[in-house]
């Protein structure tokens, strides 16, 4: 079956965030005297979403630190300033422009409201026909769930669809359903994260040259 709907990954795939999250990180545990993180530790977090980034807040517990304040000066100072220095990678507006014939949706493991507010503050969210977080079901990637009530909710087959993402949980959530996969090598995956991919693409506007040979 030709392709009909394209899904992505958020974070590392569509948008490099990982100065913003890594800000909002080290404000809330500089709270409570806690030493700051650097970017490349954000980025090698960002695979599992804010799951893991809110999950890493409970370290501290031992020095007295209640996690769930930590949490929310984090949810707080990074809804306030979400996309400071956050932008699309380059190609990535006119690519999704040129894939308007086909449906497509994000598949992110990062908070809904969070993802919600990314896109609409870089001017993407009109690009989309659903969003999907990784608190809007029961499970988050790389359980394969969140791709395929995706599928439910728009109609479409599993062999009519694509994902793309830049982390091993994105190919393997892929797989999982049963749809094709594109490894984003210029995101924050780690080493040997594309293995298993039905492709690859070194920056985003490759993408059209593989949903034509789909297509």
């Known amino acids: 079956m030709s392709l009909q709907l394209i899904l992505f990954d958020l974070d590392g795939t569509l948008v490099d965030s990982a100065t913003d999250i890594a ?13 700051p993180v650097s970017r490349t530790e954000i980025e090698a977090m960002l695979g599992e979403g804010m799951a893991l980034i809110m999950k890493k807040f409970d370290e501290w517990k031992e020095l007295g630190v209640d996690p769930a304040v930590i949490r929310k000066h984090f949810r707080e100072y990074y809804l306030a300033h979400i996309a400071v220095y956050s932008s699309p990678y380059p190609g990535v507006e006119d690519t999704l422009q040129r894939l308007k014939d086909f449906k497509k949706a994000v598949v992110s493991n990062k908070l809904e409201v969070f993802t919600v507010k990314t896109l609409r503050q870089l001017h993407l969210l009109r690009y989309f026909d659903l969003v999907v977080g ?21 109609g479409v087959s599993a062999d009519a669809t694509l994902m793309v993402g830049d982390t091993a949980y994105d190919i393997e959530a892929g797989r999982g359903a049963g749809v094709r996969t594109v490894a984003a090598m210029y995101g924050y995956g780690s080493a040997g994260f594309a293995d298993g991919a039905d492709f690859t693409m070194n920056t985003f506007p490759e993408l059209i040259n593989i949903v034509t040979s789909l297509w």
């Open 23 to 35: 800000n909002a990180f080290n404000y809330a545990i500089e709270q409570h005297g806690i030493p």
């Open 134 to 154: 990784g608190d809007s079901g029961p499970e988050r990637k790389p359980s394969p769930q969140a791709i395929l009530s995706v599928l439910i909710k728009l």
